[in-house]
């Protein structure tokens, strides 16, 4: 494992449901400094709540054509590899 790295990991929902992900971004940083990024919407497979389309603002057309979770959860990993993961409210997830 690098020294001084780590993913940061941020999730987007669908609605108050931890598992009705729409959006997955992450960040790669080496020595304080951001060395590769990581962007998908992802299609829940579930409904919006307005509450949450106001927070992030993807709508449910924006994510019709969108992989699921199931198809992107590889691409993540491989992204992490053998980093440490740090998130924002991560209870969440």
Do not use: W
Request: proline fraction near 5%.
């Amino acid at each position: 494992m690098i020294q001084d790295a780590f993913v940061a990991l941020d999730f987007e929902t669908a609605n108050g449901k931890r598992t009705s992900i729409c959006s997955v971004g992450m960040v790669k940083v080496i020595d304080s400094q951001i060395t590769e990024t990581f962007h998908t919407l992802v299609n829940p497979q579930d409904y919006f709540s307005q509450q949450n389309i106001k927070i992030h603002g993807i709508q449910p057309e924006d994510v019709e054509n969108a992989p699921t979770f199931d198809y992107v959860f590889p691409y993540m990993m491989q992204f992490i590899a053998d980093l440490p993961v740090v998130a924002h409210n991560a209870a969440l997830i």
